[in-house]
Structures are given as structure tokens and as C-alpha cells.
């Protein structure tokens, strides 16, 4: 009797602790914002600079953490070293999931002093921010079912500067695949307060059916509405230039864009949760086929 009941508890306990293995970790917008804070504290981070290449290893160093194997893809743009960054991960179709993390080396667009570089906590900071936190909850069901490589480019943000070419790391990278992904997910500039995501005129439709169809269906039909208003040329357009579906998430009305104030102080956990929110049910749940297939 005695030996059963033990046995019983033993089970029990058992039980429990397996409980706590499989519960899956979910997106927190908390931890993304930590990720633009820590980012943020290496300073501006400029394609070429020391900063930079402490963010890469930032990026590195977390994406390992978290069980992805990390590969630094270096180039030389403008005599310029650059390199992108680039996490792996399952077996399958392959998705990229990708973002810049070098930030403007000039505040072009401020109104009182553009002489200084800026600190991109939105720009550069928050789509970065984002990956690096999707890394971590990802289930591990998603690797059974397809690839996933997590891109962080490096040179998207110092176009029309000195000669240099935007989204010079996203080009490198599509020149330089040997396979053809399924398609390509941009996220850039998200994570401001006042949060408004629009389709963006030169990405995939059926993608972003796609993305805005899951944001809807995750309640944040506010957010994420399914009019067109900018064309913008980001990494995405790198993708869609060698004919890979493509699409960009990214709040294009930041009165910050290019100024010295884009600052950790104007970045929304809420809306970091979001995109996160939204990635994680994309890939966990349906990450092939276009909208309702
Ligand atoms: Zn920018």
C-alpha cells in the first residue's frame, strides 16, 4: 500500500515536470524591447563601424543561445566590411524571415541637427528585436515542417549617402542563394506606439493576404489594414527582384524616421507583441500556401 502510494507521487511528479517541458514558450513584447534597449546601448550602429559589428555579435550570440545555428555571411560593399547574419533552422521548404539591423549613419532628416548618426531604436532596433525574440518561442514542431532561416542584414539604411546603393546586404544575400525560398518576410520600423501597418504597393498580394488575413483572425484588425498607401523599397524588394514572393511589414508613419529621437523611449512592447504575435502564428500554424489554402 504504502509502496503504491509512493509510486502514485512518484508518477504524479513526474507527470508535472513533463507538464512544464512540452508547454511551449509564447512571444513576449517585454523581452523583444529589452533586445532594442541592449541594441540601443551599443550606440548608433552604421554599416562598417565598430558598434555594428557588436550588434552582429549580439545577434549571433542570442540566435546560439537559443539553439540556431549562426552563419556570418562577410562582404565588402564601398571598401566597406559588412556582413549579414544568418540562423537556421528544421528541415523542408525553406521561409526567410529577415531584417536590417545597421542603422542610418546620418539624422538626414532631422529638423534641427543632421550632422549626427541616429540611434535606430525603431529603425534597425525593432525588427531586429523581433526576430531575435520569435527565435526563442518558435515550437519546435514548426522545424519538422520546413526551414527557416532568420536573416539579419547588414547595409540597408545608407542609401543615396556617399554613392552607396540601399539594402546592399539584402542584395549580397539573394545573389549569393543557392536555393529558392517559398518566399520572404520583411519586418522593419514596428514598433511605434501608434501602431498602423498598411500593404505596402510593390510586395507579394497573395503574402500579404496572407499576414494581414492571421493579424485579423489575432484580433489586431486595427493594426494591420488591408489598403495599400506607400511603396517602399526595403530588403524585400532585393527578394522580389530575382522573383521570390516577397512582402514588408513595416509603420511607415513615424514622425522619427531618420531623426535623432528615434529612441527606445518612442517603442511600444505592445506593438513588438503584435508582430510577434503574428509571425509566430504564420509559421507555427500556416506557413505555406497562400491566403485560405
Ligand atoms: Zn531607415
Redesign the pocket.
Known amino acids: 500500500m504504502k509502496k503504491r502510494l509512493l509510486l502514485f507521487i512518484l508518477f504524479t511528479l513526474l507527470s508535472i515536470g513533463n507538464g512544464c517541458q512540452v508547454r511551449s514558450a509564447h512571444f513576449e513584447g517585454q523581452r523583444a524591447l529589452k533586445h532594442v534597449q541592449a541594441l540601443c546601448e551599443l550606440g548608433p550602429r552604421p554599416a562598417g563601424q565598430e558598434a555594428n559589428r557588436k550588434a552582429a555579435e549580439y545577434i549571433g550570440n542570442t540566435l546560439q543561445r537559443y539553439g540556431w545555428s549562426v552563419e556570418k555571411q562577410s562582404f565588402i560593399y564601398s571598401r566597406e566590411a559588412l556582413q549579414n547574419v544568418i540562423a537556421k533552422r528544421g528541415k523542408g521548404p525553406l521561409v526567410v524571415i529577415g531584417t536590417h539591423f545597421d542603422t542610418?549613419p546620418i539624422a538626414d532628416r532631422d529638423p534641427t541637427d543632421r550632422s549626427r548618426p541616429i540611434l535606430g531604436a525603431n529603425?534597425g532596433g525593432s525588427g531586429t528585436a523581433v526576430l531575435l525574440e520569435l527565435a526563442r518561442v518558435l515550437d519546435e514542431s514548426v522545424f519538422q515542417n520546413i526551414e527557416v532561416w532568420l536573416v539579419f542584414f547588414d547595409g540597408e539604411?545608407r542609401g543615396d549617402l556617399g554613392g552607396w546603393a540601399w539594402c546592399v546586404g539584402s542584395q549580397h544575400f539573394v545573389a549569393s542563394l543557392r536555393r529558392r525560398p517559398e518566399y520572404a518576410l520583411i519586418v522593419d520600423m514596428v514598433g511605434d506606439q501608434d501602431q498602423r501597418i498598411y500593404y505596402e504597393w510593390s510586395s507579394t498580394l497573395w503574402l500579404q493576404e496572407k499576414v494581414w488575413r492571421i493579424a485579423n483572425e489575432l484580433g489586431y484588425s486595427k493594426h494591420f489594414i488591408p489598403r495599400y498607401r506607400y511603396r517602399i523599397i526595403d530588403d524585400h524588394t532585393s527578394f522580389l527582384t530575382m522573383g521570390i514572393p516577397a512582402a514588408v511589414i513595416i509603420d511607415f508613419d513615424y514622425p522619427y524616421?531618420?531623426t535623432l529621437q528615434d529612441t527606445p523611449d518612442k517603442i511600444s512592447p505592445q506593438s513588438l507583441q503584435r508582430i510577434g504575435d503574428v509571425l509566430e502564428y504564420l509559421l507555427e500554424k500556416e506557413p505555406l500556401g497562400a491566403s485560405g489554402n
Open positions: 542610418r529603425d539604411d524616421w531618420h
